[in-house]
């Protein structure tokens, strides 16, 4: 390795000595195609010792000119007609590139990106059918606390009462619970309940998955409370407040094919108008 990279060294001097028209440095050649020395600056880390920079330097250098020699043998060993192909294809791939990055302005200037709630609940009215539900989803409360808890029965009975009050008394007692969550008014994924529930993982789906169902466990680490304050099946409509990211999703993404439509259209008429679009 040291070899190679006192080679390469020899090389860049002897190469340096060169003046070219550009100015640069040449650190690197293959056939009549030269590496600059400002073409690899960009690519050596500031706080690199000098020999981690070397071999750097040095797998560039072998990787540009790999990538050289096998150009240079593709274009000798492609014909003229499979040239013309990768040629067109390169030409297709800039005009879709430069399609897009207009559109993308395009959109980034002119589209609305205001949804009011009457936008919203007009599109869920309007397309409640594709957003019917391929798993469950459950509106519960737990909380969970050690079996060291000076007065147990007084948290169970204020999470049984299951009102503002009794949810405030619980807070102003929370260091004194290992975890809860009383915002029973979200939907979330039985996948969800299970990661913050793990217990449940052994419950009997269909049994948990009732409204108003209320579990108390016990084990040696201590007691979990829960409570199903509401349940949607597969297959059932998922309710507009769990949908409405996607609901906000798909009208501006409706809202952009629109846009995008609109001006493909003032395009079109435009060149028909000015006669730069004719067709014979």
């Known amino acids: ?45 500031k706080r690199f010792t000098k020999q981690d920079s070397l071999l750097l330097v040095s797998s560039y250098i072998n990787k540009w000119a790999k990538e050289q020699l096998l150009f240079k043998k593709a274009k000798i060993n492609l014909d003229k007609r499979e040239e013309e192909n990768v040629n067109k294809l390169v030409e297709q791939y800039r005009r879709d590139l430069l399609i897009n990055k207009y559109k993308e302005a395009i959109v980034k200037q002119e589209l609305d990106t205001l949804v009011t709630q009457i936008n919203i609940d007009s599109f869920y009215k309007e397309n409640k059918e594709i957003f019917r539900l391929n798993e469950e989803l459950v509106k519960f409360r737990y909380i969970s606390f050690g079996n060291d808890i000076l007065n147990p029965k007084e948290f169970i009975s204020l999470f049984k009462s299951d009102d503002d009050e009794s949810d405030i008394k619980i807070m102003e007692r929370e260091l004194q619970l290992k975890s809860y969550s009383l915002n029973d008014t979200i939907w979330i994924k039985y996948d969800e309940v299970i990661k913050k529930t793990p217990f449940i993982k052994n419950y009997d789906k269909n049994k948990f998955l009732r409204k108003n169902k209320f579990i108390q466990k016990e084990d040696s680490s201590g007691v979990y409370l829960i409570k199903v304050k509401g349940v949607l099946l597969r297959n059932q409509i998922a309710p507009i407040s ?39």
């Open 1 to 45: 390795m040291q070899k190679q990279l006192l080679y390469i060294l020899l090389v860049v001097i002897i190469i340096s000595c060169v003046d070219h028209e550009k100015g640069k440095t040449p650190i690197a050649k293959v056939y009549n195609n030269y590496l600059y020395k400002e073409d690899i600056k960009t690519i050596l880390p």
């Open 242 to 280: 769990y949908a409405l990211p996607t609901i906000k999703q798909m009208i501006l993404h409706k809202r952009k094919l629109e846009l995008l439509r609109k001006i493909e259209e003032i395009l079109t008429e435009d060149a028909i108008k000015n006669k730069e679009f004719e067709i014979y």
